[in-house]
Protein backbone atom coordinates (compact mmCIF):
# COMPACT_ATOMS: atom_id res chain seq x y z
CA UNK A 1 0.00 0.00 0.00
CA UNK A 2 1.30 3.36 -0.84
CA UNK A 3 2.79 4.90 2.28
CA UNK A 4 4.01 7.98 1.71
CA UNK A 5 1.26 11.03 -0.39
CA UNK A 6 2.63 14.45 -1.37
CA UNK A 7 1.02 17.56 -1.56
CA UNK A 8 0.48 19.62 -3.35
CA UNK A 9 0.91 17.42 -6.64
CA UNK A 10 2.40 20.54 -8.89
CA UNK A 11 3.85 24.31 -7.80
CA UNK A 12 5.14 27.08 -9.61
CA UNK A 13 7.14 29.90 -8.06
CA UNK A 14 9.28 32.44 -9.07
CA UNK A 15 13.20 32.10 -8.42
CA UNK A 16 13.76 33.58 -5.17
CA UNK A 17 10.73 32.41 -3.64
CA UNK A 18 10.75 29.53 -0.77
CA UNK A 19 8.72 26.39 -1.75
CA UNK A 20 6.87 24.47 0.66
CA UNK A 21 6.21 20.24 0.25
CA UNK A 22 3.78 18.18 2.30
CA UNK A 23 4.32 14.71 3.23
CA UNK A 24 1.67 12.65 4.52
CA UNK A 25 1.56 8.99 5.63
CA UNK A 26 -0.07 6.45 7.33
CA UNK A 27 1.44 4.05 10.02
CA UNK A 28 4.27 4.50 12.34
CA UNK A 29 8.17 4.52 10.46
CA UNK A 30 11.57 4.43 11.34
CA UNK A 31 13.14 7.60 8.97
CA UNK A 32 11.15 9.44 6.00
CA UNK A 33 13.68 10.53 3.03
CA UNK A 34 13.21 13.01 0.44
CA UNK A 35 14.25 12.91 -3.20
CA UNK A 36 14.63 14.60 -6.04
CA UNK A 37 13.72 13.78 -10.03
CA UNK A 38 14.92 15.56 -12.61
CA UNK A 39 12.93 14.98 -15.62
CA UNK A 40 13.64 11.24 -16.75
CA UNK A 41 16.36 10.62 -14.86
CA UNK A 42 17.04 9.20 -11.68
CA UNK A 43 16.28 9.86 -8.34
CA UNK A 44 18.48 11.73 -5.90
CA UNK A 45 18.63 11.67 -2.56
CA UNK A 46 18.64 15.19 -0.45
CA UNK A 47 17.81 14.64 2.78
CA UNK A 48 16.59 11.97 6.09
CA UNK A 49 15.34 12.42 9.01
CA UNK A 50 15.03 9.84 11.80
CA UNK A 51 11.39 9.46 13.82
CA UNK A 52 13.25 10.91 16.88
CA UNK A 53 13.94 14.06 14.97
CA UNK A 54 11.70 17.33 14.16
CA UNK A 55 13.70 18.96 11.97
CA UNK A 56 17.03 19.24 9.89
CA UNK A 57 18.63 21.25 7.57
CA UNK A 58 21.26 20.87 4.17
CA UNK A 59 21.93 24.41 2.78
CA UNK A 60 18.66 25.37 1.61
CA UNK A 61 17.09 22.61 2.36
CA UNK A 62 14.68 22.31 5.96
CA UNK A 63 12.94 19.29 6.13
CA UNK A 64 10.37 18.86 9.33
CA UNK A 65 9.16 16.06 11.01
CA UNK A 66 5.89 15.42 13.21
CA UNK A 67 4.79 11.90 13.96
CA UNK A 68 1.69 12.77 15.90
CA UNK A 69 0.10 14.25 12.79
CA UNK A 70 2.51 11.59 10.66
CA UNK A 71 3.43 14.06 8.34
CA UNK A 72 6.71 15.86 7.05
CA UNK A 73 7.38 19.13 4.99
CA UNK A 74 10.45 20.11 2.77
CA UNK A 75 11.13 23.34 2.28
CA UNK A 76 13.62 25.02 -0.53
CA UNK A 77 14.38 28.93 0.69
CA UNK A 78 15.41 31.02 -2.27
CA UNK A 79 14.57 28.97 -4.89
CA UNK A 80 16.30 28.50 -8.32
CA UNK A 81 15.51 27.79 -12.08
CA UNK A 82 17.70 24.76 -11.56
CA UNK A 83 15.69 23.25 -8.67
CA UNK A 84 12.69 22.86 -11.16
CA UNK A 85 12.26 19.21 -10.44
CA UNK A 86 9.78 15.73 -8.81
CA UNK A 87 10.17 16.30 -5.15
CA UNK A 88 9.47 12.66 -3.74
CA UNK A 89 9.13 11.54 0.14
CA UNK A 90 9.72 7.95 1.25
CA UNK A 91 9.27 6.12 3.61
CA UNK A 92 10.59 3.62 6.12
CA UNK A 93 9.15 1.33 8.68
CA UNK A 94 11.50 -0.75 10.69
CA UNK A 95 13.02 -3.45 8.58
CA UNK A 96 10.79 -3.10 5.78
CA UNK A 97 11.54 -1.31 1.90
CA UNK A 98 11.11 1.95 1.14
CA UNK A 99 8.00 3.12 0.47
CA UNK A 100 7.34 6.29 -2.07
CA UNK A 101 4.84 8.80 -2.75
CA UNK A 102 3.49 10.36 -6.44
CA UNK A 103 5.73 13.36 -5.92
CA UNK A 104 4.90 17.28 -6.02
CA UNK A 105 6.21 18.86 -9.28
CA UNK A 106 7.93 21.95 -8.58
CA UNK A 107 8.01 24.65 -11.28
CA UNK A 108 10.98 27.67 -11.06
CA UNK A 109 10.36 30.38 -13.22
CA UNK A 110 13.14 32.57 -13.92
CA UNK B 1 25.61 11.53 -12.43
CA UNK B 2 25.66 9.53 -9.65
CA UNK B 3 28.12 6.30 -9.63
CA UNK B 4 25.17 4.17 -10.68
CA UNK B 5 25.13 3.82 -14.79
CA UNK B 6 22.09 2.28 -16.69
CA UNK B 7 22.20 0.88 -20.64
CA UNK B 8 20.30 1.09 -22.94
CA UNK B 9 18.74 4.85 -21.56
CA UNK B 10 16.61 4.13 -24.13
CA UNK B 11 15.14 0.85 -25.49
CA UNK B 12 11.94 -0.11 -27.76
CA UNK B 13 11.06 -3.74 -27.89
CA UNK B 14 7.84 -6.17 -29.75
CA UNK B 15 6.12 -7.75 -27.66
CA UNK B 16 7.87 -10.89 -28.85
CA UNK B 17 11.48 -9.57 -28.10
CA UNK B 18 14.06 -10.20 -25.38
CA UNK B 19 16.08 -8.04 -24.08
CA UNK B 20 18.18 -6.78 -21.03
CA UNK B 21 18.90 -3.92 -19.18
CA UNK B 22 22.09 -3.66 -17.30
CA UNK B 23 23.03 -1.75 -14.18
CA UNK B 24 26.70 -1.15 -12.63
CA UNK B 25 27.41 0.43 -9.23
CA UNK B 26 30.78 1.40 -9.28
CA UNK B 27 30.24 2.87 -4.75
CA UNK B 28 31.01 -0.70 -3.35
CA UNK B 29 27.89 -1.14 -2.46
CA UNK B 30 26.18 -4.69 -1.41
CA UNK B 31 22.49 -4.16 -1.69
CA UNK B 32 21.15 -3.30 -5.61
CA UNK B 33 17.64 -2.72 -6.59
CA UNK B 34 15.24 -2.85 -9.44
CA UNK B 35 12.49 -0.13 -9.54
CA UNK B 36 9.17 0.61 -11.88
CA UNK B 37 8.51 4.17 -12.87
CA UNK B 38 5.07 4.61 -14.52
CA UNK B 39 3.35 8.06 -15.48
CA UNK B 40 1.30 8.89 -12.31
CA UNK B 41 2.35 6.13 -9.88
CA UNK B 42 4.53 5.74 -7.12
CA UNK B 43 7.84 4.15 -7.67
CA UNK B 44 7.32 0.43 -7.56
CA UNK B 45 10.21 -1.54 -5.83
CA UNK B 46 10.29 -4.87 -7.94
CA UNK B 47 13.57 -7.04 -6.74
CA UNK B 48 15.97 -6.35 -4.00
CA UNK B 49 19.30 -8.44 -3.98
CA UNK B 50 21.52 -8.25 -1.11
CA UNK B 51 25.35 -9.66 -1.54
CA UNK B 52 24.07 -11.00 -4.95
CA UNK B 53 21.47 -12.83 -3.10
CA UNK B 54 17.75 -12.18 -4.35
CA UNK B 55 15.92 -11.08 -0.83
CA UNK B 56 12.56 -9.63 -2.50
CA UNK B 57 10.82 -9.97 -5.43
CA UNK B 58 7.70 -7.99 -4.93
CA UNK B 59 4.93 -10.23 -6.91
CA UNK B 60 6.81 -9.43 -10.17
CA UNK B 61 5.58 -10.83 -13.32
CA UNK B 62 7.97 -13.92 -14.20
CA UNK B 63 8.41 -12.09 -17.75
CA UNK B 64 11.27 -9.81 -15.79
CA UNK B 65 13.78 -12.30 -14.54
CA UNK B 66 16.29 -10.51 -12.76
CA UNK B 67 20.48 -11.67 -12.42
CA UNK B 68 22.48 -10.56 -10.00
CA UNK B 69 26.01 -12.42 -10.99
CA UNK B 70 28.16 -10.13 -8.56
CA UNK B 71 27.83 -7.28 -6.17
CA UNK B 72 28.48 -4.26 -8.55
CA UNK B 73 26.31 -5.86 -11.43
CA UNK B 74 22.14 -6.45 -11.74
CA UNK B 75 20.43 -7.11 -15.13
CA UNK B 76 17.17 -7.62 -15.66
CA UNK B 77 16.39 -9.76 -18.26
CA UNK B 78 12.44 -8.96 -20.12
CA UNK B 79 10.61 -11.70 -22.35
CA UNK B 80 6.92 -11.32 -24.06
CA UNK B 81 6.65 -8.08 -22.41
CA UNK B 82 2.70 -5.98 -22.65
CA UNK B 83 2.78 -2.45 -23.77
CA UNK B 84 1.15 -1.70 -20.18
CA UNK B 85 5.10 -2.49 -19.16
CA UNK B 86 6.30 0.65 -20.75
CA UNK B 87 7.98 2.42 -18.17
CA UNK B 88 10.95 4.33 -17.07
CA UNK B 89 13.36 1.42 -15.32
CA UNK B 90 15.27 2.15 -12.46
CA UNK B 91 18.25 0.99 -10.45
CA UNK B 92 19.39 1.79 -7.34
CA UNK B 93 22.15 1.01 -4.69
CA UNK B 94 23.07 0.97 -0.80
CA UNK B 95 25.98 0.70 1.29
CA UNK B 96 23.79 -2.10 3.23
CA UNK B 97 20.26 -3.66 2.83
CA UNK B 98 18.80 -1.37 5.88
CA UNK B 99 16.53 0.88 3.86
CA UNK B 100 18.76 4.10 4.29
CA UNK B 101 20.51 6.25 1.56
CA UNK B 102 19.75 4.74 -2.23
CA UNK B 103 21.42 5.66 -4.57
CA UNK B 104 19.64 6.09 -8.28
CA UNK B 105 21.05 5.44 -11.72
CA UNK B 106 19.30 7.17 -14.77
CA UNK B 107 17.20 5.00 -15.72
CA UNK B 108 16.25 2.82 -19.22
CA UNK B 109 12.88 4.09 -20.60
CA UNK B 110 11.61 1.47 -21.96
CA UNK B 111 8.66 1.03 -24.73
CA UNK B 112 7.44 -1.95 -25.81
CA UNK B 113 5.09 -1.56 -29.08
Known amino acids: SQQGEEDPQALSIQEGENATMNCSYK?????LQWYRQNSGRGLVHLILIRSNEREKHSGRLRVTLDTSKKSSSLLITASRAADTASYFCATVRNTDKLIFGTGTRLQVFP | ETGVTQTPRHLVMGMTNKKSLKCEQHLGHNAMYWYKQSAKKPLELMFVYNFKEQTENNSVPSRFSPECPNSSHLFLHLHTLQPEDSALYLCASSQELRWQEQFFGPGTRLTVL
Open chain 1, 27 to 31: TSINN
